[in-house]
């Protein structure tokens, strides 16, 4: 496992379950106690978590500090391959309006996916992503629009009022979202406002919503909140995601879908 990684699911722990300690780490990430202590060390500047004495505790604050993309796809590819594989479930067999592609590592993954699949070829792809909608078109595929806008270099997607001015004109029988993070109480959220408001754009223009998140997004917190438990019809993710949080999503009235992370 890559360090940059074994940090997030730190950071993810540390919130989902208020409190951890150095021991309990360094025996589930097979490493040295000290690695964990550096690991500690560095969240805890970046504000992630609170150091406390043997561990960690749960920091109060919003997270703004981005994994930059590379480093993004090398997280958990596993899981994230397995989350865009069950996704393809959730794809119209028959569409009018086609579906959006929201940006990320786990919507790329979709991405190399929907290339292969049939029904991809008879209904427009709308996605605000650069690496996606490369993907798409280098292997042929004729019907997808990338949006315009201005393209935030950290995520390879476009932001600004254009794709918001744009997406006001559409709709899609489906939208496939990631997200840097996901809560109860703060739903998803992101680290950038432009991001979001894109993202949100997408959700308000479609009819059904499917979130591809892995578990190290849960029980963190970004600065901008882009949609809330509500807006959710289908959240797939992985199985090392902790039960008692996955039985709170359903009782919000989300189809959950989990997949094996290995």
Known sequence: MYAEERKRQIASLTAIEGRVSVSALAERFDVT????RRDLAALSKEGSVHRVHGGAVASQSFLTAEMPLDARYRSSSG????IA??????LPDES???????????ISSLAALLVDDPRAASWPIVTRSLPVALEL???????VQLLGGTVR????????????????LMTADVAFIGTNALTVDHG???????????KAAMITNARKVVVLCDSTK????????FAGLADIDVLIIDDAAPASLLAEFENHGIELVVVSGE
């Open 218 to 225: 849960l029980g963190t917190d970004y600065l901008v909140s």
């Open 96 to 106: 009018t309006d086609g579906i959006f592609l929201d940006s990320g590592s786990t």
């Open 79 to 82: 899981a994230k391959t397995a």
């Open 33 to 36: 106690a000290e690695t964990i």
């Open 188 to 198: 998803l959220s992101s680290a950038d406002p432009q991001e979001a408001a894109v």
């Open 137 to 143: 078109s280098g292997e042929g595929m004729t019907n």
């Open 85 to 90: 594989r069950a996704a393809l479930d959730y």
């Open 153 to 168: 270099a950290l995520s390879q997607a476009v932001v600004g009022d254009t794709p918001l001015r744009t997406l006001a």
